[in-house]
């Protein structure tokens, strides 16, 4: 982890504070440097940097085929993949470009798969497709009827990459705290006041990368978000055995077109080591890790929401699938052996990282039950139309990925600038 820097004594006034230790408040951080921002600072709740989304995913590098041509996702999640290798290179951190086959498993998924790629050309991303005969070529242990070949597609280690950031931005004279809760951001007439649980940093301008807790910071800095964060829980497993040692990439399925989850897939780390996963499952706290943490008005606020009331109206039965998938092995493999056929449960495992074990996604859910499907930045402005504060309300997969482009979209936006 990056040498961060500690508390000091009476809080100097910043440009900007970012709040929030994931890679996506390290990639702002970065890009305020990079604009000639000479006094700023990012504030964690947490003792160490990239503890939540950004350390516990996939690890992969999308290619910005799934996201609908023209949103933020697919803009930044194209330009992020380069950026995010050519990163990784320029700092000897680890990375491969292993391509991704998606894989098609029936007949009725052919329609899903070409919307994929023409979302996936019009998004300048390249597509190729292939017949089962071209799939098993690529993964010869995969078993499908059609499927795509995305060879930009890449893995990394979001926890490193993050590290390095936050080594960099503090060579350059940022300021980084953690281990320091904040409460709220409150827009005043010339400054904002940052409000923590050891004491308040003042601020031109504030950045609000909070994830799990970016609705509830909002609301209570007066700012109405608009929409609730839902914690969907993505559990996985290591694949062992002779099926794990036949993956050679990726390996997704087709998705839903009506969820941002991508479904169960298969990924070969950097480590060498092959997990399978993640389902989502509603999580019983902002950071439920597991089915023993139970914050009970965490779970009671989700439950009572309007917005997750109508989501769980429609999608009932889908939540049911995911939640069995996740209390047996044996539904998991099942999910798994659609694509890898032969995989049972006793090739699953426990990942030998407790942080791999399972993330939380940050769902934004709006009003009406609809899901957020792009990242969403919402902007507290001053009388002037100046933004003050600027509340990243949804930033889940692919926001590692994109991380670097959304650090200068954001910092455009405080600037009054088109992004570059």
């Known amino acids: 982890m990056a040498d961060v820097a500690g508390i000091p004594g009476p809080s100097p006034r910043h440009d900007v504070v970012v709040v929030g230790g994931g890679i996506v408040g390290l990639a702002v951080l970065t890009a305020l440097l990079d604009a ?104 010869p242990a995969v078993r499908a009827v059609a499927g795509l070949w995305v060879p930009s597609t890449g893995i990394c280690d979001y926890e490193a990459i993050t590290a390095k950031l936050a ?20 827009r005043r007439r010339q400054d904002v006041v940052v409000h923590t649980d050891r004491g308040d940093l003042l601020a031109g301008q504030v950045v609000v990368c909070a994830g799990l807790r970016s609705d509830e910071i909002a609301r209570a800095s007066g700012f109405d978000p608009g929409v609730r964060i ?11 055995g002779p099926k794990a040692d036949a993956i050679r990439g990726l390996v997704y399925p087709v998705p839903d077109p009506a969820f941002p989850f991508l479904g169960v897939h298969a990924t070969r780390g950097v480590d060498g080591s092959v997990h399978v996963g993640p389902n989502a499952v509603l999580a019983l706290a902002r950071e439920g890790y597991d089915w023993r943490t139970l914050k009970v008005r965490e779970l009671a ?52 990282d407790v942080m791999r074990r399972a993330g939380v996604r940050a769902q934004a859910v709006r009003p009406d039950g609809s899901l957020v499907d792009d990242f969403l930045f919402s902007e507290d402005t001053a009388d002037r139309g100046d933004i003050r504060v600027l509340h990243v ?9 994109a991380a670097l482009p959304i650090g200068r979209e954001i910092v455009a936006r405080l600037e009054g600038k088109d992004a570059a």
């Open 36 to 139: 000639g921002h000479t006094s700023v600072a990012l504030v964690e709740r947490e003792s160490s940097l990239a503890g939540h989304q950004t350390g516990r995913n996939s690890n992969v590098i999308h290619s910005g085929l799934y996201y609908a041509p023209g949103s933020l996702k697919a803009r930044l999640a194209v330009a992020g993949c380069a950026e995010t290798k050519a990163f990784c290179a320029e700092h000897d951190l680890p990375y491969v470009e292993c391509g991704k086959v998606v894989a098609a498993t029936s007949e009725d998924e052919l329609p899903r798969m070409a919307e994929l790629v023409r979302r996936g050309r019009a998004n300048g991303v390249e597509v190729h497709e292939l017949d089962a005969a071209g799939v098993r070529d690529r993964e």
């Open 167 to 186: 080594e960099l931005a503090v060579a350059r004279g940022a300021v980084i705290h953690t281990g320091r809760a904040v409460r709220s951001a409150v």
């Open 393 to 401: 309300l949804n930033a889940p997969s692919p926001a590692a990925t």
């Open 301 to 352: 606020g989700t439950l009572t929401d309007p917005g997750f009331l109508a989501l769980a109206g429609q999608q009932w039965r889908y939540g049911l699938g995911e939640m069995h998938r996740s209390l047996s092995k044996a539904a998991m493999a099942k999910a798994v052996a659609r694509m890898l056929p032969g995989v049972t449960a006793d090739d699953l495992h426990p990942p030998h």
């Open 230 to 240: 839902v914690p969907f829980r993505g559990e996985y497993s290591d694949l062992r």
